[in-house]
């Protein structure tokens, strides 16, 4: 009201020169034009040549013109029977700079502005800088910085223009002093408070800041508390009040929140209604309420939900079921009734992907439970999309089932997901003084060229070895799921090469092998296998003590084939850094009639993942292994030994370092002649050199045990944490050999707890293009003897 009549008063006095009787307007001239064009002004006038006028129409007039926003002065006039109007335009705004922001980036502010009307070449209007700065104003005290100050100043400048300098002082964030609850009598204001996400001052707030009061968090916490009391009965548990208050420095926040508790109440009775569709016995068995529980909004909220999902599973994607209670406040009780609305059964019309720009369709097609055509199963959906986490293709898989338009029965499931690196690619050129020139490199692919098949291939070469491998594996062999692979194999080794006197011994291998799995369930499988290996042993010029036992009994040359039959379980919801479910895996190996040598080894591992928040998850792992000979093979063959230490281990200790150790090397005549110890360590007497300055060198046993626990958690300031790994973790382990005949006292021993090497420390993985890189920096509690220790550790090409 006040507006309308200050306009009518400015009207009025800039029409004073007008003559009050009314006159027809031969034409219409426009002053004072700088920016804005003439066509704009007369396309916003309410009047025309030609037209008779009087003191309401140019009242009119002039109003049509200031709302256009250009003016910031209108003059009406008359001369003759020409309307003459007089403007003053608005300047424009020829720069904004804004200084001493820093919580609010100066983009984000200016386009803040830039939505109010405030931006480079615009109108300038004072009343639109007034409310950004207010604005301003509000969005720094949402962040508890209630000290922050906002001013702006208006510079003129040529040509009716002017420039913005917005002056920010962003003062500092208050802290939460106190937080008071008022009126609690049941539980005590220490687990109350404790809900809440908003702390005082403590000595994580400087990295969590907790204890910076927001609104929106306040909001939030008043929330958990009221669900607090309601899952514990207190149904009529209100929040009558909450004050915020704020020292007068604006440095503290004082927070009070006043509750009404009321009465706990029962359960009295549970009952179903409506259109159940599946036997209501099934539906009964779901119920989490029960009749005399404490009454709990989260197990009813809990109950509608699984109701909800079994009849998703029966296909009505769409139904609704509501838990209603009902209150009687004489007796404190609540009967609670299950409503439910199935709606139409839905049937899947297409199945679509979306994102798989590598991955060929029928790669995620085959993993489908959900049939095109079928009714739309809930359970089926989900599990159709946990079984494309469990591929390791896959960054993030997500799936919608939409209605299909024009139709109130028929769905499309939408999945669409985003690949990630599921191989990896290593390089490597080195040189060491006693091998010369290193060449290797290896290439892992867990879905070659987009198809599904895992392809491997390995080459290392230098002047004492070369080693070549190949592997490829058809998950999908038959389309139920049968899988076939096969590898070959080939390292030779020859030390006659290395510029050193000492080797533990050489072994050149030559093997070709295939496997078959089959699928027993949806989330475990069997495998067989079959291996032909042939082994060729080269002793060296000292060799030690068990090796040489070793080859005076059964000779260098082996030719064994080898038979294994697994088991393996996975629920683990993806196939690369997994963070719920578990896996487990059992394998035994034996070698079969027509080979040299007879032993097997037995092979246990699992792991099991336990959320502890949303961001947070306790793994517990473990490897399990045993060898042994049979027959007339006396004990595992030492080239078969079981070894620990680094990644995929016990982390901080050296690779394959821990467990037994080999005694002195020995070798018998025909040494060169210039070699020193053909005349300082050979014993005349029976011909044996042995070499005194060998130190035990790390010999493996046939019996392997590891394990331990991890704590997995978000790496702080990443946003995306999909591809990224860190943990605190617990490594304990060690290997041992059960028959310690030939070894020397203290390097070989029993199994037991005091001997087993553990340590803890801090460990990250990241996916990348080329591969998993993993990291570890790791401290050693338990030291086994003779244990080599490695505190930062680092792997391409392998998780843990």
């Not at 000595?203 to 008043?222: Q, T």
Request: proline share 4%; with cysteine.
């Amino acid at each position: 009201m006040k507006r309308l009549l200050l306009t009518a008063v400015l009207s009025a006095l800039m029409i004073a020169e007008v003559h009050a009787e009314s006159f027809t307007v031969s034409d219409i001239r426009v002053n004072g034009l700088q920016r804005v064009s003439a066509g704009s002004v007369f396309g916003a006038l309410p009047l025309n040549v030609g037209e008779k006028i009087d003191d309401r129409t140019l009242v009119d007039a002039t109003r049509a013109l200031f709302k256009t926003g250009f003016f910031q002065d209108i003059q009406l006039g008359r001369d003759g029977d020409v309307l003459v109007i007089s403007v003053v335009e608005r300047p424009s705004i020829s720069g904004i700079e804004i200084e001493g922001n820093k919580a609010i980036k100066t983009e984000d502010l200016l386009k803040g502005l830039n939505q109010s009307g405030l931006a480079e070449g615009e109108i300038f209007q004072r009343a639109t800088l007034e409310g950004v700065r207010n604005e301003l104003q509000r969005q720094y005290v949402s962040q508890g910085r209630y000290s922050a100050t906002i001013d702006a100043e208006v510079v003129p400048q040529p040509r009716n223009r002017v420039a913005l300098k917005i002056n920010v002082n962003e003062g500092s964030v208050a802290a939460i002093q106190h937080i008071n609850i008022v009126g609690n009598s049941v539980f005590p204001e220490e687990d109350l408070s404790g809900l809440f996400e908003l702390k005082t001052t403590n000595w994580l707030s400087f990295f969590k800041n907790d204890d910076k009061y927001s609104r929106e968090k306040l909001s939030g916490d008043l929330e958990r508390l009221r669900s607090y009391y309601l899952d514990r009965g207190y149904i009529h548990m209100d929040i009558t009040s909450t004050q915020v208050s704020i020292t007068p420095d604006k440095q503290h926040v004082y927070v009070t929140v006043n509750v009404d508790e009321g009465d706990k109440y029962t359960v009295s009775g549970v009952k179903l209604s409506g259109d159940l569709k599946v036997p209501e016995s099934e539906l009964k068995a779901l119920l989490l309420v029960r009749e005399g529980q404490v009454f709990s909004r989260k197990l009813m909220t809990t109950t509608s939900e699984l109701l909800t999902r079994r009849l998703g599973n029966e296909g009505y994607t769409f139904a609704n079921v509501n838990g209603v209670p009902e209150a009687n406040d004489d007796n404190n009780t609540v009967a609670i009734t299950f409503v439910v609305d199935p709606s139409k059964r839905a049937y899947v019309n297409r199945i679509n992907f979306r994102g798989n720009t590598k991955t060929e369709d029928e790669v995620l097609r085959r993993e489908m439970r959900q049939m095109e055509n079928g009714w739309a199963s809930t359970y089926l959906i989900d599990q159709s999309k946990t079984r494309l986490e469990r591929l390791g293709y896959f960054k993030e898989v997500n799936v919608e089932t939409p209605k299909v338009p024009g139709s109130d029965d028929l769905v499309d499931v939408n999945y669409s997901v985003e690949e990630q690196a599921s191989g990896s690619i290593t390089a490597s050129v080195g040189f060491a003084q006693n091998a010369g020139l290193i060449l290797g490199g290896s290439i892992s692919q867990n879905n070659f060229l987009g198809t599904g098949n895992k392809v491997s291939l390995g080459l290392t070469k230098s002047e004492y070895q070369s080693a070549y491998n190949f592997g490829f594996v058809d998950p999908y062999w038959t389309v139920d799921g049968v899988s076939l692979g096969y590898n070959a194999f080939f390292r030779e080794t020859d030390y006659d090469e290395l510029d050193t006197d000492v080797s533990s011994y050489s072994i050149d291998s030559l093997g070709v092998g295939a496997t078959i799995g089959y699928p027993i369930s949806e989330t475990s499988r069997l495998t067989y296998g079959l291996t032909a290996q042939q082994d060729e042993l080269n002793p060296g010029y000292y060799t030690v003590q068990q090796i040489q036992d070793f080859l005076d009994k059964e000779g260098t040359d082996f030719t064994n084939f080898k038979a294994s039959i697994g088991w393996s379980e996975s629920t683990l919801n993806k196939g690369v850094l997994a963070t719920r479910g578990a896996s487990q895996s059992l394998v035994l190996q034996t070698t079969v009639p027509g080979s040299d040598l007879s032993f097997y080894k037995l092979d246990y591992r699992a792991q099991m993942f336990k959320p502890l928040t949303q961001a947070t998850t306790l793994r517990f792992h473990t490897e399990l292994g045993y060898g042994d000979g049979y027959g007339s093979t006396d004990g595992l063959p030492f080239y078969e030994n079981y070894y620990a230490g680094g990644f995929g281990s016990i982390r901080g200790f050296r690779d394959n370092s821990l467990g037994p150790r080999s005694t002195p090397s020995r070798a018998y005549p025909n040494l060169p002649v210039n070699d020193p110890l053909n005349v300082n360590a050979c014993n005349p007497n029976t011909g044996v050199c042995t070499d005194p300055d060998q130190d035990p060198l790390p010999f493996g046993g046939n019996v392997m045990v590891q394990g331990g626990a991890e704590l997995l958690f978000p790496l702080p300031f990443v946003k995306d944490q999909s591809s990224l790994r860190t943990s605190l973790f617990w490594d304990v382990g060690n290997v041992f050999q059960t028959n310690c005949d030939g070894y020397e006292p203290g390097e070989c021993a029993d199994i037991g707890i005091s001997d087993m090497a553990s340590s803890v420390g801090v460990g990250l993985t990241w996916i990348t293009g080329f591969g998993p890189l993993s990291f570890s920096l790791a401290a050693p509690i338990k030291k086994p003897d003779n244990a080599d220790t490695q505190i930062f550790q680092f792997s391409l090409g392998q998780t843990f």
